[in-house]
């Protein structure tokens, strides 16, 4: 068994050694396509937090009646903290609202000063989950805007929209990007191993003439593509490392505009090695795939 | 074991180190009881997609022990008929039994097992041009399972016997076309087979040489194995003088 | 020269119809890489769209003084007017300012009303062109503040920064990306000749033996790398074009709420062009540095 | 043109259509004032990396229009002289001068345009696997820029000379081994060659069939080319009774 697997793996490096020139041209298009899957993963990563963070910021405002009892407000402020899709619920009071639109509006300071009693409503300020759907806020308005006490609902709409589709749209395409380029990775995979298969087609005969074991044959093939497949994605982190370190004064100016966090981080620990041991998997599939045509 | 040295004097003239030892012959594997014919061959035909048969109704036995010429023209058939022996190809029609097991019945696996109770010379030597010759050699040791000392020790002996070793680190393209002729030979003898089947193993040595391959496999025949070989030679088979199998456009013309 | 040319799109043809599967695998590889970036560029393109719109959306008000002359406004006007980054300028009069305000506002109407005199200030809402930078913003901003009669120059300053942000990222992830996928794709095609080239060594080593001029030998080979460039672009495209249309219904759905057009539309005959032209292109070279390995 | 039936009565016995015309001999090319040695080799040395010396101060001389035989053991060196001779081996040392061309001052363009005038029988065939017999025999005249209708006139005639017409549209893999080497033989006789270089060209032959393909080349040569043959087979080379020049450990030892 590990004589077997020490014959394998001998074999397969051999064979990717004496190729060389040939292995390191398909490892580096599986690295490639590692490379971009890593970049796309750490993009993707990125736009969504952010996506997230700008969703979290969004706001939806309660406003309540002048006459509401202390029941009602409680009542609402129970509906809110019900609901799922609500993150924080911060009571603002006719003060507080009157407060901050003086600040806010300095050249109507005048205006509002010049009024007798303060126009101003209280409020509830929602925040919102980031896993919030439009319908749903759409919904918890339409439910709390009925109840008792409440003078009416506002939030943006528009924005809230554009952001949640944001989300979802870099989600969606993201999943489909992703599962392009892994079926990219296993295709190239397959067919660097199927043609250095074909390759060694009369070696394979040859074997088979000589009464080698189904497995004597394409043992090595299938280390061949995990071999290859490891490698490819080693190469791509750390070609991915490089570029991030080397392009970080940069990123960093277009970060601090984007991410609160205000700089790029490389991928998780569970990316690296979900990329590494993915790599490594299709390569297997690949040699797998390829030397199934011995018979 | 026989002292085998008398034959090896010409090889000696030409400053090759051969007193190595003789081959010992005889399988190391299917030791069951066995039958008193070896290959046996019964209204074989064979037909290579909508072209003309290669060989038509061939009806011939090998008996333990014997070893027997085949001959006849090129294009005769006498290739297909050893690759049918190795179920390299299946026949189009009738039944080949070799040493009691008919070869139609054989699952892969079991073709697997077969194959490596044989010594087969291919007429195109077949080597793997990435292994050089002593990897080429030991291979077929290597899937026998035989424990590596063993190998290598088997793998330098046979090499000896064929005038090569000291090419064991050359790669097949690195040689003549005779020395690659005698690294095939060596493969097929280095797991003592009890079959060996060599198609034209002399076709690319001069006469001298010829002869000394031939008295190698006279001294494996006479150690118990079977040994039947496909040649055009009609002076070696002169000189050897066993019993001769002709075709002639796939059929079997003369069996002396 | 009309037969030479003969020769090696039959031996091309001949070679990649012959290694079927292996053309095959090739052909899709290079159509994976081909759709990703066919994809990105659709990708791309529509977030760049989407965030050219919202930055237009973004708009810059400059306050003018109560006592400011109209030599002193037509100033400003013209200022703005001629800067580059400015799409267009809208004058907002005092009346004006004051009735907006009452209908975002109804609840502070009344503390208006009683207001003896209009204390909102008349303005120029200025439209910002797609290109602008944050930075031309910011000094345009400036320059306009300092002139006679202007009271104040607002915008939302942590908005815009956010969009151009975006969008300088979403532009240079992209070429990145973009170059990346056109390197792997000319490596895949390069691996694949180079392989094919590699399991014909015998071939093309017995064409030298005869005699065969170095043209006769390596034509095949350049042109089977452009047939295989060129179908993976066009399987690429069509592939596209096919998952478009059956993810039709469910992109609408995202697309209403991120851009105006609501609806996502197929890469521009140029783009087509290129991609085709493009893949033949990479095919050629990949061929061409394949068969360089001829002495 | 000669009547060459005669040599061909062996042939007609065995069934194939061979009555087509005879060799025509003689290059197309190199029409300039030639010299009366096609092949002169002078103090040639050939050592492959770090091994012993395949060939070792080797001179000698083959006129124009004469036929002579390679002779020597598995190893001595032939196809090493004959590769050298194509230019597919650079030497050690020593001059070859082929047709008064010194083959050492020859650019790439040269060297394929020298290799075109040439007729070469690989010992080992190299018959190109994904091309049919007609188009594996037919390429070396496409390369010569002859004319589409008399490429393929030419290619069935040398085809049928070695018998082979019937399987111009199998591949190299679909026939046997002396079939193959015959396909090789036609290749090299297509382009009516100066020279014809052949290595073991009879190896894969039976007697018979040998000593038809050896008149073929008489038949050639009769037409003034130059034909070096190397082989093993001392019995043909009595029956044509020509030139020998011995080779053994990559020096001559004889030169009748
Ligand atoms: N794979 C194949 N497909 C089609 N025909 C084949 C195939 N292999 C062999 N043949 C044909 O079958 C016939 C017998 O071939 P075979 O190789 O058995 O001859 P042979 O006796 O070994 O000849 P040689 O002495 O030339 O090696 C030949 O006519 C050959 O062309
Ligand atoms: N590419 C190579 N690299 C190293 N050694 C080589 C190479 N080609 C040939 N040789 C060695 O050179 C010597 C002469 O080889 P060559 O092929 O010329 O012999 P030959 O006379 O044609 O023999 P044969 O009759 O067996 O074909 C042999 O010992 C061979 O091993
Ligand atoms: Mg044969
Ligand atoms: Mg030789």
Known sequence: ????????????????????????????????????????????????????????????????????????????????????????????????????????????????????????????????????????????????SRMAGVADVRYDRRWLDRLVSLGNFVRWTGLLLAGVLVLAAALTVTNVVRL???????????????????????????????????LGAVVALALLRVALTLSAPRLSALAAGLFEVGRIEFLSGLSVAGLIVGGMAVGCLGGLVASRRIH | MRSCAASWNARERRGAILAAGCPTGAGTLSSAARPNTVIEIDGLSKRYAREVFALHDVTMRVGRGEFAFLTGPSGAGKTTLLRILLRQEVPTAGRVLVDGRDLAALGPADVQRYRRTLGFVFQDFKLIPRKTVFENVIFALRILGVPDVQQRRRTFQVLKWVGLQHRA????????????????????????????????PTGNLDPDLALEIMNLFREMNAGGTTVLVATHDRELIHHVGRRTIALDHGSVTESA
Chains 1, 3 share one sequence.
């Not at chain 1, 074997?207 to 071999?227: D, H, K, N, Q, T």
């Not at chain 2, 040689?175 to 060599?198: H, T």
């Open chain 1, 1 to 144: 068994m590990i004589a077997g697997l020490t014959y394998f793996v001998t074999e397969a490096w051999a064979s990717v050694w004496r190729g060389r020139s040939a292995a390191i041209l398909s490892v580096l298009t599986i690295a490639i396509a590692a490379f971009v899957l890593g970049l796309f993963l750490l993009v993707a990563g990125h736009v969504q937090r952010t996506v997230d963070q700008w969703s979290r910021s969004a706001e939806l405002s309660v406003y309540l009646r002048d006459e509401s009892t202390d029941g009602e407000r409680a009542a609402v402020r129970n509906v809110l903290r019900a609901t799922p899709s609500v993150a924080a619920v911060e009571f603002v009071s006719k003060t507080a609202a009157l407060a901050r639109f003086r600040k806010n509006f300095p050249e109507l300071a005048p205006a509002t000063d010049s009024a007798a009693d303060n126009p101003l409503p209280a409020s509830f300020e929602v925040r919102l989950g980031s896993d919030q759907s439009a319908a749903a806020v759409e919904r918890l308005s339409a439910r709390v």
């Open chain 2, 169 to 200: 680190n050359a790669f097949p393209l690195e040689l003549s076309g005779g020395e690659q002729q005698r690294v095939a030979i060596a493969r097929a003898l280095v797991n003592e087979p009890v079959l060996v089947l060599a198609d034209e």
């Open chain 1, 196 to 230: 250095s298969l074909y390759a060694r087609r009369d070696e394979i005969e040859i074997m088979e003439l000589v009464g080698a074991p189904l497995s004597f044959i394409r043992g090595p093939f299938v280390c061949e593509g995990m071999i290859q497949g490891g």
